[in-house]
């Protein structure tokens, strides 16, 4: 027996070995024990049309299976080997582990069909297994490009996008599942779209993104169902792509680790706690409490865009600082930054709130969540919250208010006071949550006027919403809510619910009035309490009328009998009784937003995107946003994922 063969006998008993742990283990979990079969996981894929490519190298590890069963339960899920070595299959397997250990090498390159980015092996299957076996990046192909009608499903989206950035960079390796991926990918890397990709930018992306995915690897374990590309871009979000790809293996392994519990929630959106209720730290068992670590006190910095005499909404937050440092005083050490207006401005306002020795920081606007996560990666032991809805990141908690609720009420009084069936709605930003109370407003209205028609203009865009309205015959608008705990709004400007008298003068109704110190008091109670979820969860404050933090102030122009039905609404709220969106909801589409029977979930009314039938109008589209909107828009916007990237134009 020669050397060689010793050699290709020894490492079959090894893969072997290898095969059957790997076989083992699937099957204890459930799973498939063996490669992919196209026929059978994608049946359509017979009929699709299809193109032959040039001989090229493709990356190994996209190599999930065979095209038809044929001998697929002759190799472990992997393609390591199952046979024994005295048989026919383990013979040929080690003539070409031989030839692969030789001079020669494999070089008689596989055939494969490729479907949505992943290959298929139709001829060649020892050669792939053998190649796999001793860790080969890439392995020579014939390649047949099965193509799927084009549809709207997000993975077929995707995958044609994938086509173009093909086209222009060659690079099989980055496989996204979600459509505009790819070009936000370029966007990262300094390409702007059409933009051509010089054959030495491919081909270090190709080995950048390389050596991320065998850092992620490194980490991933048995959690098939995390995706390198997303973590990809979760990490472009904290480190700019020139740094990752100056990064040693070491110094990207530890970087990645940092954010490696963002990186399941990002890819498993579904797994986001939304809290409804502030919690009451005292009913925390004595047990949970000792093996807790609880501060004593806390040191908190608050972070703004703007200041409170130009920004209604900074100066709603920092009356809640103010209200938290006087509710909790003792407790807790207040300091306040300002005009935060540009993610470097943040950042450095950041570096300072925690040099200052900040060990919670509270960023109180969406558009700061990209300095946040920053910073919660970079200052590990700082706890972050950012102001924002239905973020799918663990190590910065957010919280909003069920402001839905409050809309709820002011509907009710809303149609009450509409003699001509006509209400109008001026809508804030086409961003998480609005729609729900945009409906939630209309099913107000219902309550009390049940043929009432509710008018939507949205303030957002470049129309006079209260002159359109008016113009149209409507005198009982629904505008901004008040921003602060501080009813005296009521009595000037257009905010919450109004009447304009006949000459166009507003007599002020109702509105739900935002109670941030509240909300701010309920967090920081529950961090000293030992109550707040663990680190490593998603989790979403979004709390209503129930924890106090909305609220609904009404004027004497409210008349009484509308006033006692409002106090009953609201103490139902309170008291957790009343559920808005139980029943049943049409949409202008004909289809159902609430079927009435089944409880709408909390991230199903954040996520909601349709509106009620009764409402006459839409929502607006990117271009028809004012440019003052647009950020807001990306950070919260219910149509996110689908906006056009930014450019410099």
Known sequence: MSVSESSGIAEYVKANRLAQKEKKALEARGLSAHPEVLEELFPEAAHASGVDLPLTEIPVDRIVGTVSAGRVSAFSASFLPLPEANTEFGAKWIALCEAHLSDTGIREPIECVEYLGSFYVKEGNKRVSVLKYFGAVRISARVRRLLPPRTDDPRI?????????????????????????YARLAAAVGKKPDEEWTEKESKQLASVFCGFKEAFNSLVGNERTLGAESALMLFLKVYPYEQLAAMAPQELKKALSAIWNDVRTVSEPETITVKTAAEDGEKKSVISKLISIVPKHLDIAFIYQGDAQSSAWTRGHAEGAAHLKKALAGSVTVDEYFHADTGEEAEALIAEAVKNGAGLVFTTTPPLLGASLKAAVKYP???????????????????????????????????????????????????????????????????????????????????????????????????????????SHLSHGYYGTFILDENGVPLPAASPVWMWGRLYENIVRSILSGSTEKKELAVNYWWGMDSGVIDVALSQNVPEGVRRLAGVLTERLRAGELDVFAQRLPAQDGSLISDGETPLSSLEILKMDKLAASVAGHIPGYDELLPLSRPLVRSLGIYREELPLETDE
Do not use: H
């Open 157 to 181: 989206e995707a995958y044609y996008e994938f086509l173009d950035f093909y086209k222009q960079t060659g690079i099989y390796d980055v496989q996204f599942t979600k459509p505009r991926e």
């Open 381 to 487: 032991k700082t706890a972050f919250y950012n102001c924002s809805a239905c973020q799918p990141l663990s190590s910065v908690k957010s919280y909003y208010c069920r402001t839905y609720e409050g809309k709820f009420i002011t509907g009710a009084i809303a149609g009450a006071l509409a003699e001509n069936g006509l209400v109008g709605y001026i809508g804030s930003y086409p961003i998480m949550g609005v729609p729900a109370s945009i409906n939630a407003f209309a099913l107000g209205v219902s309550m009390t006027n049940p043929r009432a028609k509710i008018l939507l203009e949205w303030s957002c865009t470049e129309i006079d919403c209260v002159r359109k309205l008016r113009e149209k015959g409507v005198r009982v608008i629904s505008n901004r809510d008040i921003p602060t705990p501080d009813v």
